[in-house]
């Protein structure tokens, strides 16, 4: 027996969203991914009952954005468990530890249920991990009771958001729940810090946090007009111009570079003259290999902050990561160990005060990223073998090629597209956080592939004479 045939039983009690009994029109996806976007922000602004603090050391704040969540809300954990789930099954399915043969339907029941499962574990996992912490204050300040409503709060919003991400893979809707979380997430932080009327108390006087708003006050306020235009484009205690115009830069880039790819000619062998093409882009695992190697590092941030608050001074906590809370902004930011090492750079002043540190983060970004992208292929069912296999079963083949010659042929461009990629995501995410974007370097790159992701399914669906309305 193997492993997934353990989960046989639970199928019942494990909830599933039946597919869909006939293709959904165009106007009903854009109207369900809607009401589910609707859901998810409505969940970014419900308060966890029974927290007697949500101020103080944040462990997720370097990756909110990223992980699609809010502090202090049901949404604190985001897409986290889900994501971490996935990678872990993944993981294990590409390794031989779990048999899986997604074209046999029971298998593949059983492993989004295996899926599912872990998620909901994550979230439990997770959830009394941060509650252990202290982020909601001590244990014996909130007491046992309000302690298990969080928790029960935690696990039911990561219940929510796994049900909605797999309602609009099964077709109920466009994308995925995780791929609209996550953009959304990030365009809602760079239209803020570009557009936020909340005002600062700086030493140039009062501006505002957004810096668009900001630039025109400053024009309107200051007599000094090159003064002004110097505090609008450098000034450090908010985000300025000169970060919106790198935001802007890196998103054309990705958009650029997204129309790299590959022809494959081919032809049908059941209609004789019927030709079309298979475009192996260089992006071929899209965003995948940064949503991984974030969610691997959002989980050493947690695990290092989680162990460095109870036991500071032993030697191998250290070793993981060492930790600074700043005064303000709910921060903790990495000073020693494995943590320091994996977080970003944030301008050309970290490069020059800690060249290590930087040679160090470049490398494993790059590696990580292009490790992930190549294995990701082999576990996804998106290699060559496997690309040759769809062709064949759709009695499809390379035109000029013979059958038994597809793979070799495939060969020679997905693997490569695949890491080149990979290492791409990862080169574009640096220079994004250099350069100042706002946000991050990550979010952006996640935001504008999955938005631009939809571009094509929704001019795709238009395509097949659908119409909105």
Known sequence: MRLLHLL??????????????????????????????????????????????????????????????????????????????????????????????????????????????LSFIMAIAEGMAYIWSGAYGDINQIGAGNAILILLQLTFAGVIVTMLDEMLQKGYGLGSGISLFIATNVSENILWKSFSPITLSTEAGTQFEGAIINFFHLLFTKQNTLQALYYAFFRESAPNLNNLLATLFVISLVIYLQGFRV???????????????????????????????????????????????RFKTNFFVKLLGTWQEAEFGGQSVPIGGLAYYMSPLRDVKDIINDPIHAVVYVLFVVFMCGFFAKFWIQISGESAKDVARKFKDEQIKIKGLREESMVKYLSGYIPVAAFCGGVCIGLLTIVADILGAIGSGTGILLAVTIIYGYFETFHKEKSDNQSIF
């Open 8 to 117: 046989r039983p639970a199928l019942s009690i494990i909830p599933e969203v039946q597919e869909p009994r006939f293709p959904q029109p165009l106007k009903v996806k854009v109207l369900i991914t809607g009401i589910t976007l609707f859901i998810y922000l409505i969940c970014c602004q419900i308060p966890l009952y029974g927290v007697y603090r949500t101020s103080g050391s944040d462990p997720f704040y370097w990756m909110r954005v990223i992980l699609a969540s809010n502090k202090g809300t049901l949404m604190e954990l985001g897409i986290s468990p889900i994501v971490t789930s996935g990678m872990i099954l993944q993981f294990l399915s590409g390794v031989g530890f779990i048999e899986v043969n997604h074209s046999v339907r029971e298998d593949k029941v059983l492993f989004n249920a295996a899926q599912k499962l």
């Open 263 to 309: 022809e494959v000619p081919l032809a049908s062998q059941k209609i004789r003259g019927l030709v079309s093409s298979h475009g192996i882009k260089l992006f071929y695992t899209s965003n995948i290999p940064m949503i991984i190697q974030s969610t691997l590092v959002q989980n050493v941030y947690f695990l290092s902050q989680l162990l460095y608050r």
